[in-house]
Nanobody, 116 residues
Framework: QVQLVESGGGLVQPGGSLRLSCLAS????????MNWYRQFPGKERELVAV????????NYADSVKGRFTISRDNAKNTVYLQMNSLKTEDTAVYYC?????????WGQGTQVTVSS
């Protein structure tokens, strides 16, 4: 019963902000790195951001550096993706991900649409 459930997507104007949340259950959340991916139509999923188990280390795709921030609250079993200065090219389905015992686990995804 390992589960990841994303929320927070929606429609936003260019330059706007959204915060995505991913609620985890069924595993020891604070012992795993967590990831955010996104998928554009017709493309494979691409890695957006990574955070270490205690939040002390993060990495970002070049396309989002300076605009997106990944964070986590282990007491709430939740990982976040704060997205600022959104661009139309950020429009995608965003997925939370973890690799648990060599098995990748995905959330259902949440749609982010950036449009004027």
């Amino acid at each position: 019963q390992v589960q990841l459930v994303e929320s927070g997507g929606g429609l936003v104007q260019p330059g706007g902000s959204l915060r995505l949340s991913c609620l985890a259950s069924g595993f020891t959340f604070n012992t795993y790195m967590m990831n955010w991916y996104r998928q554009f139509p017709g493309k494979e999923r691409e890695l957006v951001a990574v955070i270490s188990s205690f939040g002390s280390s993060t990495n970002y795709a070049d396309s989002v550096k300076g605009r997106f921030t990944i964070s986590r609250d282990n007491a709430k079993n939740t990982v976040y993706l704060q997205m600022n200065s959104l661009k139309t090219e950020d429009t995608a389905v965003y997925y939370c991900n973890a690799k648990i015992k060599q098995i990748p686990v995905w959330g259902q995804g949440t749609q982010v649409t950036v449009s004027s």
